[in-house]
Structure formats: C-alpha cells, structure tokens
C-alpha cells in the first residue's frame, strides 16, 4: 500500500481540484478523501506530495519504442524508462518496427517484453495493413485478441481510400480506433519541411498543409460512411483542425492529437540542424495559432508526443538525408505547462485532461482518481526549474531540439500500477 498525502489533487473525469490523499492498493486505487482522513497501518509507506498536482496517470498516444529491430535507437526498456522519467504511466507504441507488429505474435512479443524490461504500460498499436505496406488488410482481430488498443500505418498514411474504407470497416465492427498518419504522399513526395518562405530561403523541398488536410478530408469522408472511429495523429495544419471539428459538430467518431512540439516551434525556426527535421513538418505560425485555440477549444482531444527516437550515427546527417522525428518524453509536460498553461491560453486542468481522460477517450477507457481505478497517477511540479539536457536521458537516442532549454515545470513521481516507476530525486 502506497498512501499520496498533502496532494493537490486534478482530476479532470469529475472535475476535482483539491486537497485530497489517495491511498493505493497494489493495482487499485482504494481510498480518496480530505487531507488528513485517511487513516493507515503502521508501516505503509508514505509519499509527501506537499506543494505537488496529483493527476491521473498521463497517457502518451502515439509513440516509437522501436524494439524489435531498432534496438541501437530504443529499447521497450530505454523508452519506457524515459516515459516513466516524463511523468507517463502509459505508452502507446506504433507498429512500424522490424518486423512491422502487422500480427499477434509481433503484438505478444511487445507486451512479453515490457511486462519483463517495461517501466510503464504498454500498449500496442497494430498496422492496418500487412507489413503497413498499404496492400492486404493485417491480422486485425487475431492482434486485438492478443492486446492491441488502436490501428495505424503510421509513419504513412493508410495507403489508398478502399483500403482506409476496408480497414475502418472491420475495426468499426471490433471497436477499434483508427489512427492516421494523414498525408498525401504524392504532394508530400521529396519534401524534408513545410513549403513557404522558410522552405523557399532554406533551399529545403516543402510541402503544403493541403498534404495532410487532403488526407484527413478523405478519412473523415470514410469515417461517415463506415461508422468508424477516426483519430488523427500529430495533426499540424489549420485546415485540418477545421475538418475535425466540421467532423465533430456532425457527430462523427473522429478525434485527434497534436504534439508539444507543433504547439511550440513553427517552420520559421527551422535550420539546417536536422533536429529540426520531423513529419508532419514543422508548420506556419497561423497553423500553430489555430492548434492552440484548438487546445483550448476541445477540437484536440490530446496531447501526444510522437517520441521518435533515431540513433546519433543516423540522425546527425545533412537535414536532406535526415530521418524524420524527435524525442517528446522529456520535454512534453514542461512545453505544455509553458506554452498552454502559463502563456494563458487553458486553465492547468484542461491540459491535465490533455494528458489523462483526452487520450483515454479516444482508446475508449476512463483515467479518473476514484477507488476501484487502476492506481496509475503522475505527481508533478508545476513550477521547478531545471534545464534538459539531453544527454541525462534513458532514451537511447538524443535528437531533441529542446536541449539545454530551460524549463518550469517536472514530474516528480510516476506511479504505476501502485509502484513508483520513476521519482525525482
Ligand atoms: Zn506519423
């Protein structure tokens, strides 16, 4: 038994924001009540959350822990690891690793590596289509039996309409999320950044928001016609945000993510420094304006990182020959508690619930802090100051753009499944 006292605790499920001890079991939550109240056995051990947010377990969504087959850029074990160390309790990890978890022994593999190595729950995501080659529809059922909680071709989108339609089909009837990663490969061919003046001054091939918004115009298309649930990831481009939310004002099942660093760095910061190099690219300074008002305005159900690790020898090339993506563990609470929370733009528990009861809803589960609730809770600091550097991280990889910034705003303790996965020291 672990007992969190002295806690402010955020619970955006039911809207609480108090001073609240919780006493976890070793799965469940088993007592929530007034500071003070609850009365222990001698000898249970005791967690002091003075001056501390108790919320939910935050859930990331989208992310690559690249085992089996990358395992010189992450392991199940790094990635978790550095998860735990950023205050998530649970990773949702994308099917495109070597080989690509297009079937349940890809998928139980996984899940037998991180219940052996895991700092954190993990939770596959399983490809739509076999290899995510975008030609033949993947063992589906057989890797949802086996524990997957979403679809995705990610790293591309869904290859072709008819198969997006077929692959939305069969997971509407198996109550799957389908996750794109929308982009129009033909508009985006050769492109390493977004297309405008930066792109233009660079010398760097862009692409136009229209290669993601076209994508999402036809998934949200297919989503009405199967019944399915659509959930965009790393959604960047205004125009697409606008699709979503015509989406949802018609009542469709379609949700979307955006990531830390969309919400916080726009194409004009872009450099020949190919850390700067991720997909969808970094996007114009009106797309990020329209993210945060989508933050705000309920249009974005969560926050998710996209950690893409990729190992120094692959990554420090010339920005052409770069591989796309970044680490996002580290730096994801700090960007929102800077960017969202103390620039004004949503009260600290709308990002909580970003971070908890957004994702959740979106896989179809609940994150609250009631007895009974998986004991999975991230205990954070809004206001300790620390400096990232990169090279501190479990992660195997160290292409952040974020190195050496300054942040206000930690997790200090992780706790999952009523054991602490990570705490400060
Ligand atoms: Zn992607």
């Given amino acids: 038994m672990l007992l969190i006292k002295n806690g402010r605790v955020m619970d955006p499920a039911s809207n609480t924001d108090a001073a609240l001890d919780v006493l976890l079991d070793v799965e469940k939550i088993k007592e929530v009540a007034p500071a003070g109240k609850i009365v222990v056995a001698a000898g249970t051990e005791v967690f002091d959350a003075a001056g501390l947010i108790v ?12 085992e089996p087959g990358q395992e010189s850029s992450e392991t199940i074990e790094t990635g978790t690891k550095a998860a735990a160390r950023g205050g998530f309790t649970a990773v949702c990890c994308m099917p495109n690793t070597k080989p690509v978890n297009d079937n349940a022994s890809v998928t ?3 899940l037998d590596r ?7 729950r993990v939770w596959p995501i399983g490809a739509a289509s076999v290899g995510s080659k975008g030609e033949a529809i993947a063992e589906i059922a057989a890797m949802k039996e086996a524990g997957i909680v979403a679809v995705s071709d990610d790293g591309k989108p869904i290859a072709t309409a008819k198969l997006a339609r077929q692959v939305m089909d069969y997971c509407r009837s198996l109550d799957l999320p389908v996750i794109e990663h929308a982009e129009d490969v033909s508009l985006a061919a050769g492109a390493v950044m977004r297309e405008g003046v930066t792109s233009t001054r660079l010398g760097l091939r862009g692409m136009p928001a229209a290669a993601e918004s076209v994508c999402v115009a036809r998934d949200v298309q297919l989503s009405e016609l199967t019944g399915a649930r659509l959930h965009i990831a790393h959604l960047s481009a205004k125009a697409s945000l606008e699709q979503v939310r015509w989406a949802k004002s018609r009542g469709l099942r379609v949700t979307c993510e955006v990531t830390p660093h969309h919400f916080t760095l726009i194409d004009e ?7 700067f190099k991720m997909n969808p690219p970094l ?50 609470l700090p960007l929102a508690l800077e960017q969202l929370v103390r620039s004004g733009q949503l009260s600290l528990m709308r990002m909580v ?29 809004p206001d300790r100051e620390w400096t990232y550097d990169v090279n501190d991280s479990p992660s195997k990889s160290r292409n952040s753009p974020f190195d050496g910034r300054k942040f206000k705003g930690a997790a200090v303790a992780t706790i999952v499944a009523g054991r602490v996965a990570y705490r400060a020291s």
């Fill in 283 to 332: 996007a114009a300074r009106e797309d990020r304006n329209a993210l945060l008002e989508g933050l705000a305005d309920g249009t974005v159900d969560a926050i998710a990182t996209d950690h893409a690790p990729h190992e120094p020898a692959l990554k420090d090339v010339e920005f052409d020959r770069a591989p796309f993506g970044i680490l996002g563990f580290a730096t994801a």
């Fill in 114 to 120: 991180a219940k052996v190595t895991g700092s954190v």
């Fill in 108 to 110: 139980r593999f996984i």
């Fill in 353 to 381: 619930e970003l971070f908890t009861q957004g994702p959740a809803r979106v896989l179809g589960m609940e994150r609250r802090i009631a007895p009974g609730q998986p004991a999975d809770l991230t205990i954070f600091s």
């Fill in 55 to 66: 919320a939910p377990g935050f859930i990331d969504i989208h992310a690559h822990l690249r």
């Fill in 269 to 275: 910061d872009v450099t020949y420094d190919s850390r």
